[in-house]
């Protein structure tokens, strides 16, 4: 898989540079000094690595990108064409609360 660049992410000031190294997984490099800091991975749970920066921030780097759709999420299941979800059995919710006894 080719490298993609995904989007920025700045934290504490400081500007970072997503970048998809393969299916889930990204490389975090410091845009002030072209720096590979670390990288992550988002399936089937968050994973970090960190190299020259703390393991906190690299993760709250991470969580910034998953949260700003600078990554592209796998682990749902996909749906075959023209499925459609399945709605929750649940009571209607226009029918009122039933009254007390009086």
Partial sequence: MTRKVKGMVQLEGITYRIVRVN??????????DDQEVGGFQTAPALNVRARSI???LLREIARVAIHTA??????????????????AASAPSSVPPALPPT
């Avoid at 299916?23 to 002030?32: A, D, L």
């Avoid at 990554?71 to 709605?87: D, L, M, R």
Wanted: charged share 20%; proline share 13%.
């Fill in 54 to 56: 703390d393991p906190v």
């Fill in 23 to 32: 299916t889930g997984s990204y490389s975090v490099i410091r845009i002030r």
């Fill in 70 to 87: 600078k990554t592209s999420y796998a682990a749902f299941p996909a749906q075959g064409v023209g499925e459609a979800p399945k709605p």
